[in-house]
T-cell receptor, first 113, second 112 residues
């Protein structure tokens, strides 16, 4: 059990470019979550997978954001046509089921210039 | 819908105690508590699933008042390592038990 891994740790991109982040959850955890966190704020929910099914997506999330979890293993989060407001820490977390705490990855810090 | 935490910030001397409160406007299914140090990911401390449940983690414990839709985190005999930002996370009934909604956060600084 190596914990939740996220890649890359840091990403600097120009406005308008597309970016993709990867998350590898703990292998026996079937629930995977993406959150976004800005400085001084708590993590904000983006989307949730149970195995390969994306069961919930935040209404705050624009159509520029998409996430996948093929085969119920790793997950990717893509942001198209990035904007400066997308700059944030993107956190991935997993857990085996409800009733358990989340294990967070170290996050991907996105800076849009 | 975001749970409200109080206080927003607290400064302690080593060995002092602190209480952090988390209040929700919606009925609670569970409450989680996490600690996040600067530049790091949140770390899970404990989960409370039943009304009135209390749990402990070293000198950190928590209570859950389901009726009042509140939870409190108790830090006793604080250590320097307790410094960080504490977040509660809430899960709710009515189909919303699949995700945490994180609170506003409480910054805790423990000084020697």
């Amino acid at each position: 059990d190596t914990g939740v891994s996220q890649d890359p740790r840091h990403k600097i991109t120009k406005r308008g470019q597309n970016v993709t982040f990867r998350c590898d959850p703990i292998s026996e955890h079937n629930r995977l979550y993406w959150y976004r966190q800005t400085l001084g704020q708590g993590p904000e929910f983006l989307t949730y997978f149970q195995n390969e099914a994306q069961l919930e997506k935040s209404r705050l999330l624009s159509d520029r954001f998409s996430a996948e979890r093929p085969k119920g293993s790793f997950s990717t989060l893509e942001i198209q046509r990035t904007e400066q407001g997308d700059s944030a820490m993107y956190l991935c977390a997993s857990r085996p089921t409800t009733g358990f705490g989340y294990t967070f990855g170290s996050g991907t810090r996105l800076t849009v210039v | 819908q975001q749970p409200v935490q109080s206080p927003q910030a607290v400064i302690l001397r080593e060995g002092e105690d602190a209480v952090i409160n988390c209040s929700s406007s919606k009925a609670l299914y569970s409450v989680h508590w996490y600690r996040q140090k600067h530049g790091e990911a949140p770390v899970f401390l404990m989960i409370l699933l039943k009304g009135g449940e209390q749990k402990g983690h070293e000198k950190i414990s928590a209570s859950f008042n389901e009726k009042k839709q509140q939870s409190s985190l108790y830090l006793t005999a604080s250590q320097l390592s307790y410094s960080g930002t504490y977040f509660c996370g809430t899960e709710h009934y009515g189909g919303a038990t699949n995700k945490l909604i994180f609170g506003t956060g409480t910054l805790l600084a423990v000084q020697p």
